[in-house]
Structures are given as structure tokens and as C-alpha cells.
């Protein structure tokens, strides 16, 4: 049984930062690629970030600048640095891990998300 468990989230005022983490735990191979997503309230889930197992990184115009994925292959862990956040970024934070098995098969796996508010 693999778990997807996303932390971190919370209020924060526009400007602020809010560091989010998801560890993966389980019967896994390997994990590739990782990463976020986010939905706002009316809004459909969007991709915020993505990172392989050897460490490039993609990111959504949006957060270019301000947010920073990073992994702990180690750990089976990734996290988002936020910085410099705007009311727009409130959203639940979903973590994204695609896992890959001996076989080469590879399943989706999803976090329950966190909730992130940004307001003064």
C-alpha cells in the first residue's frame, strides 16, 4: 500500500512564504517524476511543478520566480518552497507521484492535498 501525505499548508498574508512537503511511503520501486498541483475553488486542477528523479525542474508561468520543487530521492520526499505569495496562490496543494515498478509499469499516485490561504 503506497501513501501519498502532503504538509505544510496554512494561512500566510500576501508576500509571505509557506514551505509544503509530501512524503511517499510504501511498496515502491521509484518515483519519476514528482510533483504539485493545485485547485482553486471553481477551478480546474492545474500543474504547478514538476521535478524527475535526477532533478529538472518545470514550472507554470505563474510561480516562476517565486516557487522552488525540490526532491529527497532518499527520503521519497518533495517539497515547494513559496515564496513571495499572492492571494491568487490560495488553492489546496496536491502532491503527484508517479511510480515505476520493475516491470515498467507505472502508476499515479495522489495526495489528499493542503490547503493553502493567502490573505491579509
Known amino acids: 500500500q503506497v501513501q501519498v501525505v502532503e504538509s505544510g499548508g496554512g494561512l500566510v498574508q500576501p508576500g509571505g512564504s509557506l514551505r509544503l512537503s509530501c512524503a511517499v511511503s510504501?511498496?515502491?520501486?521509484?518515483?519519476?517524476?514528482m510533483a504539485w498541483y493545485r485547485q482553486a475553488p471553481g477551478k480546474q486542477r492545474e500543474l504547478v511543478a514538476t521535478?524527475?528523479?535526477?532533478?529538472?525542474?518545470n514550472y507554470t508561468d505563474s510561480v516562476k520566480g517565486r516557487f522552488t520543487i525540490s526532491r529527497d530521492n532518499a527520503k521519497n520526499t518533495v517539497y515547494l518552497q513559496m515564496n513571495s505569495l499572492k492571494p491568487e496562490d490560495t488553492a489546496s496543494y496536491y502532491c503527484n507521484a508517479v511510480g515505476v515498478f520493475p516491470s515498467g509499469s507505472r502508476i499515479v499516485y495522489w495526495g489528499k492535498g493542503t490547503l493553502v490561504t493567502v490573505s491579509s
Open positions: 510504501g511498496s515502491i520501486f521509484s518515483i519519476n517524476p
Open positions: 521535478i524527475t528523479m535526477g532533478g529538472s525542474t
